[in-house]
């Protein structure tokens, strides 16, 4: 019986290159996974698998499933519009629209459908207070994106994934680009988020991943080395060359 959402077998190819290699990993409801692992290894490749956007990448394809409620994601016959509305993305570094606030906020619900302008106007409200930035923003929804602070363009991203009330969250280095306050406030947010969603988060920093996350998956040359809760992977890691990994022996 497949979990809600896990993958079986994933594979993903850039032309003739296996850039991941048969992984099989569930994602427990309310919690966060770090996917970590020296640079080149696979972990953001897996994280834009979850939600088919390799597909937009000239000569990649892939193998295997990618199981959501007894769903195959990784069907040809999957509605890729659809999927990345219940799977929400953000990227390392910030990248809002073009446009004021609100609008980045509105997008995303009017693509779908949604035209009154009293929902709009709460969709916007809950999405930013959801991504702790209401109160920093409310009396300037009407000013570009592009006037906040990296960090709360970040944030500002984060609110904009869930504006179209995704189930899931995918954020690939999403406080890389970050100062450390930023990054903080970044963090608090994942802490608070996992009480409604599955996050799984592609990080770089040890630290950020003891500090956030309930799971930790292993990466190496695209293989899937070790996987299990964050406490043991970090203080009783099964296997050497995840402990030399996060001892900082290489990578």
Partial sequence: MAMPFSTEDLSVYYGEYQAIKNISLGFPAKTVTALIGPSGC??????????????????ARSTGHIWMDGIDLASPSTDVIKLR??????????????????ENIAFGP???????????????????????????????????ALSLSGGQQ?????ARALSV?????????????????????????ISELKSDLRIVIVTHNMQQA?????????????????HGETNKIFTNPEKNSTQEYIMGRFG
């Fill in 42 to 59: 696979g972990k953001s490749t897996f994280l834009r698998s979850l939600n088919r956007m390799n597909d937009e990448i000239a000569g």
């Fill in 85 to 102: 509305q219940r799977i929400g993305m953000v990227w390392q570094r910030p990248n809002p629209f073009y446009k004021s606030i609100y």
């Fill in 110 to 144: 009017r693509y779908y459908g949604i035209k009154n302008r009293k929902k709009l106007d709460e969709i916007v409200e809950t999405s930013l207070r959801r991504a702790a930035l209401w109160d920093e923003v409310k009396d300037r929804l009407k000013e570009s």
């Fill in 154 to 158: 970040q944030r500002l991203c984060i």
């Fill in 165 to 189: 009330n995704p189930q899931i969250l995918l954020l690939d280095e999403p406080a890389s680009a970050l100062d450390p306050v930023s990054t903080g406030k970044v963090e608090e947010l």
């Fill in 210 to 226: 003891a500090r956030v996350s309930d799971y930790t998956a292993y990466f190496y040359l695209g293989n899937l080395v070790e």
